[in-house]
């Protein structure tokens, strides 16, 4: 019998839900389609009695025990013995709070599904608001980048440029020379995330292509040298950094972009939100 005919009625046969996920598995490692040429998620509902989203859950859930297996080999017996429900909400209890999980394997007693749905349901809120508070915080930031804008550069100034494929600051201005002035707002955290950093200006190197200078507006200047490391590093000459604190400091743009797309085709839509579109 070949694993699809495995599966037949694996719902009314009430087969383990490890052993159906580890089959489900063997499937989609054996050929990237199933013979009739349909994904094999669907070859195995059309079979087994599981929807395809109940089979992608349990898939989802075995790997994760699978892992968690693997980190603490002492309670392999344990989350072997799980039912699908409690694993699935012990995995995403693991993909938040990992010591929570190790903590939940060393007691004595097992928590009831409820008690450890509760469990899950309160690290994902804490998880959450440290988010949430981040979000209001940056709201708060580019409000205050507005006001100082819309101050000095008001009525040319525009909240973001939606219809332009490649280049989506929170502001930009068209000036009455034909000069294009961009700006993105940063809060940087008290440690910077290097890495973070370094993408974020991979992508604010293409932005800043298609116009004459672009502007990243932070909160204060712990981070100038390192930005300005960057900068340098990556030859982004129309790029420059203000501080909106108050010491304002500046790292002023010293040149064209490179590569230079003010002329590109693309730019064209630029036209297109400034003539029609919402300046605040």
Not at 68 to 89: C, I, K, N, Y
Not at 114 to 136: I, V
Not at 191 to 212: G, N, P, Y
């Amino acid at each position: 019998m070949d694993l699809l005919s495995s599966l037949n009625q694996a719902r009314e046969k009430a087969m383990p839900w490890r052993g159906l996920a580890a089959r489900l598995a063997q499937l989609e490692a054996s050929a990237p389609l199933a013979p009739d040429g349909q994904p094999w998620i669907r070859a195995v509902e059309a079979v087994s009695g599981f929807s395809a989203n109940h089979l992608r859950r349990m898939a989802k859930a075995s790997a994760l025990i699978e892992t968690m297996q693997q980190r603490w080999p002492d309670h392999a017996g344990m989350l072997t013995s799980l039912s699908f429900t409690h694993a699935e909400v012990l995995g995403r209890l693991w993909e938040i709070d990992p010591a929570a999980v190790e903590q939940l394997l060393k007691a004595e007693r097992w928590p009831s599904y409820g008690a450890l749905l509760a469990q899950y349901e309160k690290a994902r809120s804490q998880r959450s608001a440290p988010k949430a508070a981040g979000k209001l915080a940056l709201g708060n930031f580019r409000d205050r980048a507005k006001s100082y804008l819309e101050r000095e550069f008001s009525p040319g100034l525009f909240d973001r440029v939606p219809h332009h494929p490649y280049l989506k600051p929170d502001f930009l201005a068209l000036l009455p020379n034909g000069q294009i002035i961009a700006w993105d707002c940063l809060l940087l955290p008290e440690k910077i995330d290097q890495e973070a950093l370094h993408r974020r200006f991979v992508a604010w190197a293409t932005e800043a292509s298609f116009v004459t200078e672009f502007w990243i507006a932070v909160q204060s200047d712990h981070g100038m040298d390192h930005m300005h490391r960057v900068i340098m590093d990556l030859d982004l000459k129309n790029i420059g950094v203000i501080a909106l604190g108050a010491s304002r400091f500046i790292l002023r743009p010293y040149g064209p972009p490179i590569p230079d797309r003010r002329n590109s085709a693309v730019n064209a839509a630029l036209s297109l939100p400034l003539r029609g579109g919402s300046r605040h």
